[in-house]
């Protein structure tokens, strides 16, 4: 069976400071990764998909970027982090391909910048 | 801009009681409608839905989707304390690696 984790479960960090999330994927090969953050009080916003290694496509303009340096493994990353990214950041992954598919979630990172 | 709207945005009620909750959605290249559970973290999968007057049932949880009205609903009955829960609709636009737009979620909570 397919198995998404996320690490690390909590962090907090000051403003200005680099982040790294790290989201990896088992069980399944070439699945869609997904980035999604959900900020106190509103529902997820997509972040950045990925269909295959080192292919990242970003939804909204802002403080983040994401990379794929292997099948299953995705990261999401800030060199300054802002207070407005604190959130809920959420990694989904779902098969590869045209059809439509579900997309399951990580157990997630709570992130606060203060 | 692509909009997906719960409604209500809280819901309180009894043990045994039955709930619907709803979903409409302006989106472009529409696909597929997703209905999530999510309690403490991550959300949890319920249905996914792509045509129109096909229920979809799962033990006291069913949904159905209309695309001519571009909404959506999802039954509970006989509830249970365990359902206390934020439900959260998605639709899926364009082709391949699906971008799911959310809507702000339902807090649906269950007394004994």
């Known amino acids: 069976s397919q198995t998404i984790h996320q690490w690390p479960a909590t962090l907090v960090q000051p403003v200005g400071s680099p982040l790294s999330l790290e989201c990896t994927v088992e069980?399944?090969?070439?699945?869609?990764l997904y980035w999604y953050r959900q900020a106190a009080g509103r529902g997820l916003q997509l972040l950045f998909y990925s269909v295959g290694i080192g292919q990242i496509s970003s939804e909204v303009p802002q403080n983040l970027s994401a990379s794929r340096p292997q099948d299953r493994q995705f990261i999401l990353s800030s060199k300054k982090l802002l207070l407005s990214d604190s959130g809920f950041y959420l990694c989904a992954w779902s098969v590869l391909g045209t059809e439509v598919n579900e997309q399951y979630f990580g157990p997630g990172t709570r992130l606060t910048v203060t | 801009e692509d909009k997906v709207v719960q409604s209500p945005l809280s819901l309180v009620v009894h043990e045994g009681d039955t709930v619907t909750l709803n979903c409409s959605y302006e989106?472009?290249?529409?696909?597929?409608l997703l209905w999530y559970k999510q309690e403490k973290k991550a959300p949890t999968f319920l249905f996914m839905l792509?045509?129109?007057?096909i229920e979809k049932k799962s033990g006291r949880l069913s949904s159905i989707l209309d695309k001519k009205e571009l909404f959506s609903i999802l039954n509970i009955t006989a509830t249970q304390t365990g359902d206390s829960a934020i439900y959260l609709c998605?639709?899926?636009?364009?082709?391949?690696?699906?971008?799911?737009?959310f809507g702000q979620g339902t807090r649906l909570t269950i007394n004994p």
């Open positions: 069980g399944t090969s070439n699945p869609n």
């Open positions: 998605a639709v899926g636009r364009g082709w391949g690696a699906q971008k799911l737009v």
């Open positions: 989106v472009t290249n529409f696909r597929s």
């Open positions: 792509t045509s129109s007057g």
